[in-house]
T-cell receptor
């Protein structure tokens, strides 16, 4: 079964707006990661947040983690058309393997 | 520094044939993972290997699927007697020798398998 579940499933915004995606998971984790996948491509690692961290920033990305609610959010500020992609959260509750959600498909309209 | 290399990028097979997917990890990485992605879905873990060892194959179908990561050469995911339901994108990822708690995996571009 899926550990991570992202919502919304799809998000369409205008360039310059912020995009927020959420991820919920079921079991305790060591880390939670966000990946991006452009259409027909592999996954690109964006950011990792450890279970003892609450917030992390990387450029235009901000990730929060609430372990009490078993949820995380990814915020992309000042979005660009090039941010159009699918975004996945992944958790590593079980040893080395990553468990992915179904992803949020983000479309940024120019 | 080349990334994770997968080949072929696209593979077409007829039902009953064999599919062999190759993955060369990033230089210096000794951990390899295989994932499968169906259309509009997330990635599903299949198998985790280190050189010459299968560490976790809990996501591998019991029949027809096998994986190896020999001492020399790429990791191979082998699917025997393919069926239409095997059509998917297969991704390989690698990570460096474990040196800390963070398990960042670096992904290849994937092999898209189509079974006719």
């Amino acid at each position: 079964s899926q550990q991570g579940e992202e919502d919304p499933q799809a998000l369409s915004i205008q360039e310059g707006e912020n995009a927020t995606m959420n991820c919920s998971y079921k079991t305790s984790i060591n880390n939670l990661q966000w990946y991006r996948q452009n259409s027909g491509r592999g996954l690109v690692h964006l950011i990792l947040i450890r279970s003892n961290e609450r917030e992390k920033h990387s450029g235009r990305l901000r990730v929060t983690l609430d372990t009490s609610k078993k949820s995380s959010s990814l915020l992309i500020t000042a979005s660009r058309a090039a941010d159009t992609a699918s975004y996945f959260c992944a958790t590593d509750a079980e040893s080395e393997k990553l468990v992915f959600g179904k992803g949020t498909k983000l479309t940024v309209n120019p | 520094n080349a990334g994770v290399m997968q080949n072929p990028r696209h593979l077409v097979r007829r039902r009953g044939q064999e599919a062999r997917l190759r993955c060369s990890p990033m230089k210096g990485h000794s951990h390899v993972y295989w994932y499968r992605q169906l259309p509009e879905e997330g990635l599903k873990f299949m198998v985790y290997l280190q050189k010459e060892n299968i560490i976790d194959e809990s996501g591998m179908p019991k029949e027809r699927f096998s994986a190896e990561f020999p001492k020399e050469g790429p990791s191979i995911l082998r699917i025997q007697q393919v069926v239409r339901g095997d059509s998917a994108a297969y991704f390989c990822a690698s990570s460096p020798l474990a040196g800390g708690p963070a398990n960042i995996q670096y992904f290849g571009a994937g092999t898209r398998l189509s079974v006719l």
